[in-house]
Structures are given as C-alpha cells and as structure tokens.
C-alpha cells in the first residue's frame, strides 16, 4: 500500500504482497478481449489469444499463492501466528504490527492507478481473510457455527485482524468501480468475527484452555496418587533418621 512501509523480508510477505495481489478483475473484465463475436472479422486473434494466456496464467499464480497461504495458516506451529501478523500488517498498512495495537492513523494517497493496486490488494487479502475464517465452507454460506474455525478466529482477533480490517475498509476510494467488492470482502470477515455466537465460542475455548493450563500447573506434572505415594516416602525416611 502506498506510504506503509515496507514488510519483513520473507517467502510469506513476497506471496502476500507480490503474487496474491495481481490484478485479475479487469483483466478478466475487459470487453475488448471476452466480449467479441466469433463472426467478427478479427486481424489480431493472435494477440488476443496471447492476451488470454497471460490471464489465465496470471489467475493460476494467484490462486496458488492463495491456496499455499492457506495451507500455512492452517498447519499447526508458531509459523502460522507469525503469518497471520504478517496479513494484519498488510491489510492495516503497518500500523497493527504483530499484535499491537496502532497509535496513529493511515495516510490514504490519492490517485486512480495507487488506488486501484490498492484496492486489488485489500480485495485479496480479504479472500484470504475469509478463507481462514471459514475454511470449510463453498463460499455462499457463513451463518452456521460448523463452517467456522473457531480456532484461527481466535488467533486472528489475538493478532488485531478485526481493527486490521477496518483500517483496509478506511484506505478504500468509493469512488472507484472496485470499491463495492473489496469492501464487501472486507466487511464479511469483521462481521462473523464480532458475531454474539462467535464471541460465545471464542470465550468457551479461552475458559477451556485456562482450565487445562490451570489444571496442569496444579498438579505440578504429579498425579494426585503419585504425590500420595512421594509424601509417605518422605515420612518413611524421616522416621528412619528419628531412630538411627
């Protein structure tokens, strides 16, 4: 985005910010090259077809740049919390940098051509936003709990995704034809994400793993027969000493 700085070099960033945000809504938009009759005499069908080739692969590279992304954030390890901040990083321009919290507010630059690269991007990065949120479901359906990843979506809002998402929505021109989609992308993660349901799920699983975390610290790594069993050794040696 223009005036952020620039990310952390690494293999996660150069997909976020090179390969996934390719401008594939115009170019598969363009009248001039899906919109002609077959029966129209055509003296550059050759570059045509070229110019479809270059889409299409265009396309494939940022499909699989997304489905790579995905496979990360959904394979267990510290890895995928160091993805997700990078991702808030993005959407927010750098000011939600690995979880904190920002102190200032973007600069939105105008300009028709940064806005447009801007808005590809937003419109990416949200896809990839709403793929980790509902890895399970086909894309037209996220009311029910089951499609939801209760999990990431707890990862995410630890990560700042929820106010990364809202400054996204703030850098938009409304203007811009794009405008309508990339803020609906944008919008539909940040709205399952502050759902009543969901806040309900994300505090069951918290109260859940601090009931385990406090469970394990209290018994110190012992069973209970197993502290038992240690305290009358302890008694024992004692009460050798006392008649030695």
């Given amino acids: 985005l223009s005036g952020c700085p620039a990310p952390p070099k690494s293999f996660a960033n ?7 945000p390719r401008d594939r ?6 009248p001039q090259i899906w919109d002609r009759r077959r029966d129209f005499p055509d003296d550059d069908a050759a570059q045509i077809k070229l110019k479809k080739k270059r889409i299409q692969r265009l396309v494939k590279v940022s499909h699989g740049a997304a489905r790579v992304l995905l496979a990360l954030v959904l394979r267990p390890g510290e890895s995928r919390k160091r993805l997700v901040a990078d991702l808030a990083f993005a959407l927010s321009g750098g000011l939600v940098a690995h979880g904190e919290m920002p102190s200032q507010t973007p600069t939105v630059q105008n300009g028709v051509e940064s806005n447009a690269s801007e808005l590809h991007a937003l419109q ?3 896809e990839l936003c709403l ?6 479901t ?15 979506i707890k990862l995410l809002l630890e990560s700042g995704m929820a ?3 809202l400054y996204g929505l703030k850098r938009a021109t409304l203007c811009h034809p794009m405008a309508s989609s990339a803020c609906g992308l944008l919008l539909i993660p940040f709205e399952i994400m502050t759902r009543s349901s969901v806040a309900d799920a994300i505090a069951a699983l918290s109260s859940k793993e601090n009931g385990s975390s406090d469970a394990a610290k209290g018994s110190g790594g012992f069973s209970s027969d197993g502290v038992d069993v240690l305290e009358r ?3 024992a040696m004692v009460v050798d000493d006392v008649h030695n």
């Avoid at 150069?14 to 996934?20: A, D, E, K, P, Q």
């Avoid at 809504?25 to 363009?30: N, R, T, Y």
């Fill in 14 to 20: 150069f997909l976020l910010h090179s390969l996934l």
């Fill in 25 to 30: 809504w115009s170019a598969k938009g363009d």
């Fill in 124 to 126: 990416s990065w949200a």
């Fill in 131 to 136: 793929g980790i949120v509902a890895p399970r």
């Fill in 163 to 165: 106010q990364a998402l």
């Fill in 138 to 152: 086909t894309g037209k359906n996220y009311d029910t709990v089951s499609s939801l990843n209760m999990e990431n």
């Fill in 233 to 235: 050794e302890c008694d």
